[in-house]
T-cell receptor, first 116, second 113 residues
Framework: AQTVTQSQPEMSVQEAETVTLSCTYD???????LFWYKQPPSRQMILVIR??????QNATENRFSVNFQKAAKSFSLKISDSQLGDAAMYFC?????????????FGKGTMLLVSP | DAGVIQSPRHEVTEMGQEVTLRCKPI?????LFWYRQTMMRGLELLIY????????DSGMPEDRFSAKMPNASFSTLKIQPSEPRDSAVYFC???????????FGSGTQLSVL
């Protein structure tokens, strides 16, 4: 079974600074997808960014980017120019590429605190 | 589109009572998921439906939990009888399958006293 590990229960960053959230995963598959989800106090789970394992290029969405290291099974999220609205719980997630079964396995989450 | 709609948003009940959580997925989505979130265990998949058929219910904790999807626009998760350890936030999510992103509802905060 696949597992996703987020080793940082909590991280802090100041506004306008950069922060990196860590994620590692364990799988025997060669093709899969990785995601970062954000959960603000409203509880809504919001997709931040996604990466296809067969793509070497790291995904980028505005201030959010990932560092995908397939051999190391590492998938970190970098948030640049942090804003107060970025404060939330962040979940790393893994999803098999098997078209017959497409659910997500989540890590335990990292709480991001943003200070003015 | 209104997104995935869950009801109720909060539910407080007493141990032993039956609890029913409801979900309306996004129209056109053919996959539906029920997740449970707790501080100790994080987000856990309970059950996954594809085209209204349960595909994987291995995450359902025990026989007290049951889920149905009578049609493409409605699903329920029922706990009978409820226990204090069932207290959690229950999320419903839907997708078009493949690797399209999951759309989550706002969750139901369940408290069993």
């Amino acid at each position: 079974a696949q597992t996703v590990t987020q080793s940082q229960p909590e991280m802090s960053v100041q506004e306008a600074e950069t922060v990196t959230l860590s994620c590692t995963y364990d799988t025997s598959e060669s093709d899969y997808y990785l995601f970062w989800y954000k959960q603000p106090p409203s509880r809504q789970m919001i997709l931040v960014i996604r990466q296809e394992a067969y793509k070497q290029q790291n995904a980028t969405e505005n201030r959010f980017s990932v560092n995908f290291q397939k051999a190391a099974k590492s998938f970190s999220l970098k948030i640049s120019d942090s804003q107060l609205g970025d404060a939330a719980m962040y979940f790393c997630a893994y999803r098999t590429a098997d078209s017959g079964y497409s659910t997500l396995t989540f890590g335990k989450g990292t709480m991001l605190l943003v200070s003015p | 589109d209104a997104g995935v709609i869950q009801s109720p948003r909060h539910e407080v009940t007493e141990m032993g009572q039956e609890v029913t959580l409801r979900c309306k997925p996004i129209s056109g989505h053919n996959s539906l998921f029920w997740y449970r979130q707790t501080m100790m265990r994080g987000l856990e998949l309970l059950i996954y439906f594809n085209n209204n058929v349960p595909i994987d219910d291995s995450g359902m904790p025990e026989d007290r939990f049951s889920a149905k999807m009578p049609n493409a626009s409605f699903s329920t998760l029922k706990i009978q009888p409820s226990e204090p350890r069932d207290s959690a936030v229950y999320f419903c999510a839907s997708s078009t399958g493949g690797w399209e992103k999951l759309f989550f509802g706002s969750g139901t905060q369940l408290s069993v006293l």
